[in-house]
C-alpha cells in the first residue's frame, strides 16, 4: 500500500468512526428509563439530546373483577417498561387516581374530580414539557379519564410547542382482542384479565370468580346507573368474559405491546418527517 492509499483509508476509516458515534435510539443505554428512579445528574446527560419522548402512565384505581383494583395503572406501567427501549423514551411516574364516580362506591375505590384533575394534569404535562421531553406520550388505561385528557392536550402542545399522543390501549388493542379470544372484550373482562395475568399472575383471583359478577354494558345512551352494577362491564352480550388462560395471556400481553410500540414509532417519524415542534 502506498502512503497515498494509507492515508485516504486513514481519512475514510476518521470519516466513518466519526459517522458511527452519533447515538442511535438503540446505542442510548441509560441506567434506568425511570424517572422515579434516575438521579438528576443523569436525567441532564439523557434529556433532551439522547431522550426527546417520554411515557406516561394513567390510570385509576377501583375494582375489576377478580384482578387488582389498580390495574388500570398496572397495565400502562407494564406497558411502558416493555416497549421504553424500543421506542428511546423515559417512563414518567404513573398517575394512580383518576375519574371514576360510578365506581366509588366499591371497596377500595378512590375517584378524583374532573375539576381537580385537569389542573393537575395540565401541571405534569407542562413540567415534563419544561423539562426538556419533544414527545409526551400519554399511556392511558382508563376510559374516565378520557374526555379530560383529550380537552387538555392542544392547549399543552400549542401552548408548550411539544407533540403529545394519548393512547387508550384497550381501544387500540380491539383487533387483538378479537384475534386472540375470537370475541370483544370488556371492563374487567377477557382482555385486561389476560395483560395482567401475564404480568402478575399470583394477584389474579379465578377462585373468587363467577359469571353472574359480570353485566353487559348497556348501549350508548340508553340507560346508565351509580353505582355501576358490576366491575365486569362486557362491551357486548354473551363476550368478553375473562379467560384466565395462561397461553392468551401471553399472547396478548405480547402482541398488545407490539402493537402500542408500532403506533409510538409511526407517530414520532410522521412528526419528525413533518418537522412539527421539533
Ligand atoms: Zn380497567
Not at 148 to 167: C, E
Request: charged share 20%; with cysteine.
Amino acid at each position: 500500500m502506498t502512503i497515498k492509499r494509507f492515508l485516504v483509508l486513514c481519512l475514510m476509516m476518521s470519516i466513518c468512526g466519526g459517522f458511527f458515534q452519533i447515538q442511535s435510539a438503540e446505542d442510548v443505554k441509560p441506567t434506568t428509563r425511570e424517572m422515579n428512579l434516575l438521579c438528576w445528574q443523569e436525567f441532564q446527560e439523557l434529556v433532551p439530546s439522547r431522550i426527546q419522548t417520554v411515557l406516561l402512565p394513567v390510570g385509576s384505581i377501583e375494582p375489576h373483577g377478580v384482578i387488582p383494583s389498580g390495574t388500570d395503572n398496572l397495565v400502562p406501567e407494564a406497558m411502558a417498561r416493555e416497549i421504553a427501549a424500543s421506542v428511546n423514551a423515559l417512563i414518567a411516574p404513573t398517575l394512580n387516581y383518576g375519574i371514576t364516580p360510578a365506581m366509588k362506591a366499591f371497596p377500595g375505590a378512590v375517584s378524583i374530580s374532573p375539576e381537580a384533575y385537569r389542573p393537575f394534569v395540565v401541571d405534569i404535562l407542562e413540567n415534563l414539557a419544561d423539562n426538556g421531553f419533544r414527545n409526551i406520550i400519554i399511556l392511558n388505561g382508563h376510559g374516565g379519564n378520557t374526555a379530560v385528557l383529550k380537552d387538555v392536550t392542544a392547549p399543552v402542545a400549542n401552548g408548550k410547542k411539544v407533540r403529545i399522543l394519548v393512547i387508550n390501549w384497550w381501544s387500540l388493542a380491539d383487533d387483538i382482542t378479537k384475534e386472540v379470544f375470537g370475541e370483544n372484550g370488556g371492563h374487567a373482562g377477557n382482555n385486561e384479565t389476560a395483560y395482567i395475568q401475564a404480568v402478575y399472575p399470583e394477584h389474579i383471583h379465578p377462585e373468587r370468580y363467577t359469571k353472574e359478577m359480570a353485566s353487559v354494558n348497556p348501549p350508548p345512551g340508553a340507560f346508565f346507573t351509580v353505582p355501576v352494577t358490576s366491575s365486569i362491564g362486557l362491551y357486548e352480550k354473551g363476550q368478553g368474559y375473562p379467560t384466565f388462560r395462561k397461553d392468551q395471556a401471553e399472547e396478548y400481553f405480547q402482541k398488545v405491546n407490539e402493537k402500542v410500540a408500532a403506533l409510538i414509532q409511526d407517530v414520532l417519524q410522521k412528526w419528525d418527517l413533518a418537522g412539527v415542534y421539533r
